[in-house]
């Protein structure tokens, strides 16, 4: 079954560093996404993509987020200057266009981000 | 702002028994409902939807209820199993946006005890 793929699974930086979690979406997916979760609280909206731009982002995308979908099939996350805050786990999902209401997004396993 | 809620963290239940999830919803532009389950140190798994237009899906052992009126809506689980242990998180999108996100509620803890 086609799968998403999130590289690392874990990852400790220091504040202030810039990191970049990378996603390889499901191949034939048009929507992309990142959510992340900080422990005990709920999975929250990052950043929707769609057609080589963001269609949607929350408050917390702030100007230290980015993404790129820089060669057709990664999709990346930077965080510019990490905060102490932006521990979280980062998940990554792709869809296909109008499946979701039927079958959901698909979910990578995630990204640990440990800033110390 | 919590429009998806889950208002039991955790909930225990005997093998073979039914295990009920529920979630209500506060935004009246919501018109479909997810339920995603996850295993630690994975992502969620999309598990059943349901429509605003419908007030019953079912798939299997898992059957979501939807009370349009009350915005509440329920999962069940007939018969529980152990595999079943889990977070289940409720979620909700607006299908009429051109990018279907998902507003998660906060998840509960389903322990399915053999």
């Not at chain 1, 422990?39 to 980015?66: P, R, T």
């Not at chain 2, 506060?26 to 939807?49: C, H, Q, R, V």
């Not at chain 2, 299997?60 to 689980?77: D, E, P, W, Y």
């Not at chain 2, 409720?90 to 053999?114: H, R």
Request: aromatic content about 14%; hydrophobic content about 30%.
């Amino acid at each position: 079954e086609p799968e998403v793929t999130q590289t690392p699974s874990h990852q400790v930086t220091q504040m202030g560093q810039e990191v970049i979690l990378r996603c390889v979406p499901i191949s034939n997916h048009l929507y992309f996404y990142w959510y992340r979760q900080i422990l005990g609280q709920k999975v929250e909206f990052l950043v929707s993509f769609y057609n080589n731009e963001i269609s949607e982002k929350s408050e917390i995308f702030d100007d230290q987020f980015s993404v790129e979908r820089p060669d057709g099939s990664n999709f990346t996350l930077k965080i510019r200057s990490t905060k102490l805050e932006d521990s979280a786990m980062y998940f990554c999902a792709s869809s296909q266009q109008g499946a979701v209401v039927y079958y959901g997004y698909t979910f990578g396993s995630g990204t640990r981000l440990t800033v110390v | 702002d919590q429009q998806v809620k889950q208002n039991s963290p955790s909930l225990s239940v005997q093998e073979g028994r039914i295990s009920i999830l529920n979630c209500d919803y506060t935004n009246s532009m919501f018109d479909y409902f997810l339920w995603y389950k996850k295993y630690p140190a994975e992502g969620p798994t999309f598990l059943i939807s349901i429509s605003s237009i419908k007030d019953k899906n079912e798939d299997g052992r898992f059957t979501v209820f939807l009370n349009k009126s009350a915005k509440h809506l329920s999962l069940h689980i007939v018969p529980s199993q152990p595999g079943d242990s889990a977070v289940y998180f409720c979620a909700a999108t607006n299908s009429g946006g051109s990018n279907y996100k998902l507003t998660f509620g906060k998840g509960t803890l389903l322990t399915v005890n053999p």
